[in-house]
């Protein structure tokens, strides 16, 4: 029989295992990870006076620009391939943040169903998603290393100026994907060390006494 079981605390980490999950995809797509120098005279960029004000912004595979006159964003992936992608340390961290996306897409999925199924193969579900979270944030913190390591790459010189070096940004600045990234890092971790508290929410003694009492909806405040 199944058991809807649902507690506050592990209400709260479905939710936050679903927000991590969509704050690093949607981090991932973006292109506002740096925001190029938007005027371009202070160094030898070749830009002409109608584009001067224009705003261009480099993410991992795909770029934007802001054409201030008209005021509208053409964006588009500037890799048509992996092998295109600006840096080996940008392809890695590609493999990396997806592979840590993929798990924690998965990981969101299952807790939703954690309300209805406590375990996988005999184990808890949450033990289960806490070690998925937790191999999920290991491997986002791979690719956020590695991904500043590119920025001596001939795509962000042609964007940051002739400065940006390895772990030097030269004359962009950082947009907020990269810190939605870090932050989604963050709350991966946080979300694996939860995981904990929704087992022990959804295995105590009051739910266990309404399970016996025959009730297949359960609410625990």
């Given amino acids: 029989m199944c058991h809807v079981i649902v507690t506050c605390r592990s209400m709260l980490w479905t939710l ?10 949607v981090a991932f797509m973006s292109a506002e990870w740096l925001v190029g120098y938007p005027d371009g005279s202070e160094f030898n960029f070749t830009i002409t006076a109608s584009h001067r004000g224009d705003q261009r912004t480099l993410g991992i595979y795909n770029r934007c620009i802001k054409v201030a006159q ?16 600006a840096s080996g340390f940008w392809q890695a961290t590609v493999i990396f943040l997806v592979i840590g996306i993929f798990l924690l897409s998965l990981v969101a999925i299952l807790s939703v169903f954690s309300m209805c199924f406590q375990s996988i193969l005999k184990k808890s ?3 289960v998603c806490g070690l998925l979270q937790g191999i ?9 290393m ?12 042609d964007y940051c100026g ?21 932050g989604g890092t963050v709350l991966t971790f ?6 904990a508290q929704a087992e ?11 399970i016996e009492e025959g009730r297949s909806l359960i609410c625990v405040l």
Avoid at 16 to 25: C, D, G, H, R, Y
Avoid at 162 to 182: E, M, N, Q
């Fill in 16 to 25: 936050m295992s679903i927000v991590v999950a969509f704050a690093e995809l």
């Fill in 70 to 85: 008209q005021k509208v964003v053409q964006c588009g992936a500037y890799a048509t391939d992996f092998m295109e992608i």
């Fill in 125 to 127: 579900i949450f033990n």
């Fill in 136 to 144: 999920a944030g290991l491997f986002l913190i791979l690719g956020l």
């Fill in 146 to 157: 590695l991904y500043p390591a590119g920025w001596g790459s001939r795509k962000v010189v």
């Fill in 162 to 182: 002739p400065d940006a070096s390895p772990y030097k940004v030269g004359l962009c600045s950082l947009g907020w994907a990269f810190y939605t990234a870090i």
């Fill in 190 to 195: 946080i979300c694996a060390m939860f995981s």
């Fill in 200 to 210: 022990i929410a959804t295995s105590s003694d009051k739910v266990q006494d309404e």
